[in-house]
């Protein structure tokens, strides 16, 4: 049979409570405890915390998002530049004379840079030319080719309408219209309406047998 072990004197283990000299003071201690304790929570102020929570700085900011946005305005300013500097080009006026500034034997450059021959005289005026001339006056030509041969079918042409011919169908209706007057012919419309029962009051034959 296991003898049990002896606790020495004065040691108190972990999970024991607080030893008393009597019962009486242990209840006293745990009453003063409970009592500090109701008074504390009587007397805590009640408060909610409303500060914002704490932010992630390097989840805000997307550097990689921020470079590549970089990168794509200065790609944008740089084709911006070279296009602008290509219409200054076109728009600038061409100097007409020839000032060649050689660079090595057989090769010069004028001012904007072209190619020019050293045996070109430096002083020559240099014609101006339009890239279209020849169609725009290839074109000029035809219209008026067109415009001529339009001219000349209009004056061959014959008028189709006569004055002559409708004075005489004026005069034509005109008697036609005296006739009906004089002889109370009914017009075809008001015949049909009245069954061509109206009788007409003089004929021709009577005003000749008169």
């Known amino acids: 049979m296991t003898k049990k072990a002896v606790r020495p004197m004065g040691m108190v283990r972990c999970n024991s409570s607080v030893p008393f000299a009597s019962p009486f003071a242990e209840r006293y201690s745990r ?19 409303n500060t914002p929570p704490r932010q992630c700085p390097h989840l805000q900011d997307n550097k990689k998002k ?21 219409l200054c080009l076109i728009a600038r006026p061409r100097c007409t004379t ?10 010069a450059l004028d001012v904007h840079l072209r190619p020019v021959i050293d045996n070109q005289e430096t002083d020559a005026r240099l014609p101006v030319r339009s890239l279209n001339a020849v169609i725009r006056k290839q074109e000029l030509i035809r219209v008026m080719h067109d415009n001529q041969t339009i001219l000349e079918r209009i004056c061959k042409s014959k008028g189709v309408y006569s004055a002559d ?34 009788l007409v009051t003089e004929t021709p034959a009577e005003e000749g047998a008169q």
């Not at 946005?69 to 070279?82: G, L, T």
């Not at 020839?98 to 090769?107: D, L, R, T």
């Open 165 to 198: 011919k409708w004075r005489q169908d004026g005069e034509q209706q005109q008697k036609y219209a005296a006739m009906r007057r004089r002889y109370l012919m009914p017009l075809p419309s008001q015949a049909s309406a009245s069954g061509g029962n109206q």
């Open 31 to 49: 009453q003063e405890e409970n009592r500090k304790l109701v008074c504390a929570i009587k007397h805590m102020k009640a408060s909610v915390d």
């Open 66 to 86: 921020e470079l590549l946005i970089e990168q794509r305005y200065a790609k944008i300013e740089r084709e911006n530049a070279i296009l602008l500097d290509r």
């Open 98 to 107: 020839v000032k060649p500034k050689p660079i090595m034997p057989g090769i």
